[in-house]
Antibody
Framework: EVQLVESGGGLVQPGGSLRISCAAS????????MMWVRQAPGKGLEWVAN????????YYVDSVKGRFTISRDNAKNTLYLQMNSLTAEDTAVYYC?????????WGQGTLVTVSS | IVVTQSPGTLSLSPGERATLSCRAS???????LAWYQQKPGQAPRVLIY???SRATGIPDRFSGSGSGTDFTLTISRLEPEDFAVYYC?????????FGQGTKVEIK
């Protein structure tokens, strides 16, 4: 069974940093592009970033460029999102999903709250 | 590419037909347009990709159509479990933008 489990969310102060993870089981992420999508409370979906199977290509939405870094460890079957210089506008549930474009399998999400 | 969905809310009864619209600000290359369903407290679920191809396990009452800049999701006969929020997403050009969503609610 394909399973994606996000972790690492929590409360962080404005300007702070956080790294969230997405552990996969039931399949190997090394065969898939992967992506992060976020959803602010009560709002719609926003595509954040994606990464190629071998990590050689990465793409970001403009609002996070230079602040967020997507990475992966295929040996650990885990996807990451390093988030720096966080602002209140980054408060959201962060989902990881298989696929670089169409999200086929999704995790349950992890909530990141940026507040003082 | 900006993606705009209409209407914002659709109030219908079970058994009725639902027609949801999605318009892109530029031509979506290769009709790379997907539709998702999201229920409260759950992750999204892909319904349609490539504008008209149903994802695995999706009932045939869901259908997608359109090309270029105008796309439609049709639910032929609403079942109780279909009342949810629906999002379209273009993935022809990065960033892979979503529409703001259409809520299908019980009338």
């Amino acid at each position: 069974e394909v399973q994606l489990v996000e972790s690492g969310g929590g409360l962080v102060q404005p300007g702070g940093s956080l790294r969230i993870s997405c552990a996969a089981s039931g399949f190997s992420i090394s065969n898939y592009w992967m992506m992060w999508v976020r959803q602010a409370p009560g709002k719609g979906l926003e595509w954040v970033a994606n990464i190629k199977e071998d990590g050689s290509e990465k793409y970001y939405v403009d609002s996070v460029k230079g602040r967020f870094t997507i990475s992966r460890d295929n040996a650990k079957n885990t996807l990451y999102l390093q988030m720096n210089s966080l602002t209140a506008e980054d408060t959201a549930v962060y989902y990881c999903a298989t696929g670089g474009a169409v999200g086929n399998d999704w995790g349950q999400g992890t909530l990141v709250t940026v507040s003082s | 590419i900006v993606v705009t969905q209409s209407p914002g809310t659709l109030s219908l009864s079970p058994g009725e037909r639902a027609t949801l619209s999605c318009r892109a600000s530029q031509t979506v290359s290769s009709n790379y347009l997907a539709w998702y369903q999201q229920k409260p407290g759950q992750a999204p679920r892909v319904l349609i990709y490539g504008a008209s191809s149903r994802a695995t396990g999706i009932p045939d009452r869901f259908s997608g159509s359109g090309s270029g800049t105008d796309f439609t999701l049709t639910i032929s006969r609403l079942e109780p479990e279909d009342f949810a929020v629906y999002y379209c997403q273009q993935y022809g050009r990065s960033p892979h933008t979503f529409g703001q969503g259409t809520k299908v609610e019980i009338k």
